[in-house]
């Protein structure tokens, strides 16, 4: 199984904060890396794709960068409604595993 | 817009099956993987499986052995069955598309959950 490790489990942060999400993996899974957003009570949304690419609608301050087995998920200019969990996931094994999770809270 | 949404009971005993259905509407049921995704209350995320529109499956072998999923493609319905449930099955289940590119794969439309208690 491919492991997935997040960093930190959870922060702190301020509206107009840069914040930057951390998702480390076991093996090399090039840029089968994927970014959602969760919210309480409300299902996962996807946010990136392919380790870089922005889903449809999503706003332009969120940014996905990494290949290999470090990647990172950018927030420029946090606004209050990006408080919530964020969830990374590979594709790259037949096994898809998420990450633990990051809590951006105030 | 594809549109899903989870249906079923919300308690199942201990020992029991659970089965779980998700319509999915707005969008070409075929030609795509539909998948089950769970979430122990406060924990993680947990990919069970998927289905694809020809019927073929794939598991997460930690449930292979108690996990089924079937399809109806003229009620563009998938479902999921889950045998011999503990406590530890207890979680809120999504169903949700698994869209595959040639490089790439991700769950882009997700049904608002469903929570299923075991317990007796």
């Known amino acids: 199984d491919i492991q997935m490790t997040q960093s930190p489990s959870s922060l702190s942060a301020s509206v107009g904060d840069r914040v930057t999400l951390s998702c480390r993996t076991s093996?090399?899974?090039?840029?089968?890396l994927n970014w959602y957003q969760q919210k309480p009570g409300k299902a996962p949304k996807l946010l990136v794709y392919g380790a870089s690419t922005l889903q449809s609608e999503v706003p332009s301050r969120f940014s996905g960068s990494g290949s290999g087995t470090e990647f990172t998920l950018t927030i420029n200019t946090l606004q209050p409604e990006d408080f919530a969990t964020y969830f990374c996931?590979?594709?790259?094994?037949?096994?898809?595993?998420f990450g633990q999770g990051t809590k951006v809270e105030i | 817009q594809v549109q899903l949404q989870e249906s079923g009971p919300g308690l199942v005993e201990p020992s029991e099956t659970l089965s779980l259905t998700c319509t999915v509407s707005?969008?070409?049921?075929?030609?795509?993987?539909w998948s089950w995704i769970r979430q122990p209350p406060g924990k993680g995320l947990e990919w069970l499986g998927f289905i694809y529109y020809t019927g073929n499956t794939k598991y997460n072998p930690s449930l292979e052995s108690r996990v089924t999923m079937s399809m109806d493609t003229s009620k563009s319905q998938f479902s999921l069955q889950l045998r011999s449930v503990t406590v530890a099955d207890t979680a809120v289940y999504y169903c949700?598309?698994?869209?595959?590119?040639?490089?790439?794969?991700?769950?882009?439309?997700w049904g608002q959950g469903i929570l299923v208690t075991v317990s007796s």
């Open positions: 996931q590979q594709s790259y094994s037949a096994l898809r595993t």
């Open positions: 093996q090399n899974i090039n840029n089968y």
């Open positions: 949700a598309r698994q869209l595959s590119g040639s490089s790439t794969e991700f769950f882009d439309f």
């Open positions: 707005g969008g070409s049921f075929t030609g795509s993987f």
